[in-house]
């Protein structure tokens, strides 16, 4: 497993081709406690993760920036300086959630456009990004939609067009809902969608946390999930 990344491992192949790939997946719950954290993930992937979707625990990181490391190839990168500590406090990984979020939206376009985009952000706070990437998304989603019309009436849109539109209009509602909601960006629930690992690589598992566990701190539960 590759523990020390936030990059999708995939190829990108034809549509009639199979693509089987693992990445790692980020969960916020409102505790300190990862052990509650381990169990609130196990609760959602009842619900959510179906036969094809093994995975593996890689590790917990707490807004006091403690690492709990349950794999024991990133236990062991950690302790010899391979992976450095400083590139997994809760920031460096609600950083690497983000950036896994802008990896799989422009998924269906070429490599190039992801690179632009995530350098671009990278210069702004953690604050800005969801309001910056709806302003972009309502562009690209009313572009798309422009085009559609005319490629339905002549047959000509490709699979390929048709899944990156799918890609901005899920990115929109479920980064609008969560705005709205006040919750933390890009961690989403099951609301405008249910979204399930093939489909958003963050989320929200407050539901999966007793009120009196909420609010004594915050967790980021790192997860590699095979889709």
């Given at each position: ?111 190039e456009t992801?690179?632009?985009v995530a ?109």
């Amino acid at each position: 497993m590759v523990a020390g990344g936030a990059i999708r491992i995939a190829r990108r192949v034809g549509l009639n081709q199979v693509i089987k790939m693992h990445a790692l997946y980020y969960f916020l719950t409102p505790t300190n406690d990862a052990d509650k954290a381990v169990q609130a993930f196990y609760e959602w992937a009842e619900t959510h993760c179906d036969e094809n979707n093994y995975y593996e625990l890689v590790c917990a990181v707490s807004e006091e920036n403690t690492i709990r490391a349950f794999d024991k190839e990133f236990l062991k990168r950690l302790e010899d300086g391979v992976l450095k500590a400083s590139d997994w406090t809760f920031e460096s990984v609600h950083r690497k959630a983000w950036r896994s979020t802008l990896y799989d939206l422009f998924f269906y376009d070429d490599e190039e456009t992801y690179k632009k985009v995530a350098k671009e952000f990278e210069k702004e706070p953690l604050d800005k990004w969801a309001p910056k990437l709806i302003s972009m998304l309502i562009d690209l989603v009313r572009e798309a939609y422009e085009d559609l019309l005319p490629n339905l009436i002549t047959g000509e849109e490709k699979p390929l067009v048709s899944m990156r539109r799918w890609q901005y209009v899920i990115a929109l509602e479920t980064l609008l809902e969560i705005q709205r909601d006040r919750r933390t960006p890009p961690f989403a629930y099951d609301v405008p969608f249910f979204l399930t690992p093939y489909k958003w690589r963050c989320f929200d598992l407050r539901h999966y946390i007793t009120s009196s566990e909420a609010g004594k701190g915050r967790t980021i539960l790192v997860v590699d999930i095979h889709t």
